[in-house]
């Protein structure tokens, strides 16, 4: 498969399309599994998680779950900022529902860290953290998902909705940052 440049920076194949279908349906049935009986909320993290949300979201489809949106954003270029901007808010009532995070990936762990404390303070009954993509070593918040899809090195990748500066999320697959 080919490489892919954008802003001068060479990618190559990483993760596949169909390696992550198949891991995707593997999440859902264990997010269906730990939720049966519930109506739990997926809640996408904008814009990264929406294909993966997407994917996730249906591959549940024997729960009685509904999704929402919200946009938070800390990344320039292809470094974290470590400031956690939240661009559109969360208007539903999460008061005593399960609550399921879908991020495309954790990086520092920022994100999801802000992110979880503003969810808790609305009461939910629970709060479940599923992420396509883990760096373990890139953490600087105490952490750990619940439901991970890969577990990476700290390298910088793209696609299947991870971006560089807005581009590339549109990639079917997932690339590396090709080192030289
Ligand atoms: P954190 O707050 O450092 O955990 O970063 C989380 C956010 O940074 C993710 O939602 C992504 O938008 C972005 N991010 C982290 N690592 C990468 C990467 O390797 N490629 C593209 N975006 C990334
Ligand atoms: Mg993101």
Known sequence: MKQVTYEGLTFEPYILRETIDA???ELGKDIMRDCAGQRPLFVCVLNGAFPFACDLFRACEELDAEIAFIRLRSYEGTGSTGVVKEVLGLTDDIEGRTVIVVEDIIDTGNTIDRLVSDLRAKNPAAIKVATLLF?????????SPDYVGFSIPKKFIIGFGLDLNGRARN????YILKED
Request: zero cysteines; proline letters at 12%.
């Open 23 to 25: 891991r995707v349906r």
């Open 135 to 143: 760096k373990p070593e890139a953490l600087v918040k105490p952490v």
């Open 171 to 174: 990639l079917n697959d997932i």
